[in-house]
C-alpha cells in the first residue's frame, strides 16, 4: 500500500541542477520525517538528508552540505531534494526513504553528473 515514487533524475554536467521528488502515498506522510538516500554500483546506500515531518528540521551529510536542499510539501505528500552545484562524485541512485519503516523504498532515480 505504501507507495513511493522518485522522479527527477537525469544527465547533467558539473556544476549543473536537478531537483528530485518523490512522491508518496499510502500512508499518513506529515507523520513521517523522509530521507533520501543515495546508492552507487559496489557501494552501500548513504543518507544524503533528511527533514523533520513538519518541514522545519533538516539534516544533511556533509558533502553535500551547502549544495543540497531537502524540503517538504505535506499538502502534495511529496518530498524533494534541489541539487545544485553537482559533482561527478554525487553521480548515483537516488532514493527516497521513509523514516522508521523497514521495506519503505522507491525505486530510485537516476542521476548522472558528468565532467
Known amino acids: 500500500q505504501v507507495q513511493l515514487v522518485e522522479s527527477g533524475g537525469g544527465l547533467v554536467q558539473s556544476g549543473g541542477s536537478l531537483r528530485l521528488s518523490c512522491a508518496a502515498a499510502?500512508?499518513?506522510?506529515?507523520?513521517?520525517?523522509m530521507n533520501w538516500y543515495r546508492q552507487t554500483p559496489g557501494k552501500e546506500r548513504e543518507l544524503v538528508a533528511s527533514?523533520?515531518?513538519?518541514?522545519?528540521?533538516?539534516n544533511y551529510l556533509p558533502i553535500v552540505k551547502g549544495r543540497f536542499t531537502i524540503s517538504r510539501d505535506n499538502n502534495k505528500s511529496t518530498v524533494y531534494l534541489q541539487m545544485n552545484n553537482l559533482r561527478p562524485e554525487d553521480t548515483a541512485m537516488y532514493y527516497c526513504?521513509?523514516?522508521?519503516?523497514?521495506?519503505?523504498w522507491g525505486q530510485g532515480t537516476q542521476v548522472t553528473v558528468s565532467s
Open positions: 526513504k521513509i523514516f522508521g519503516v523497514v521495506g519503505a
Open positions: 499510502g500512508f499518513r506522510f506529515s507523520d513521517y520525517v
Open positions: 527533514i523533520g515531518a513538519d518541514g522545519i528540521n533538516t
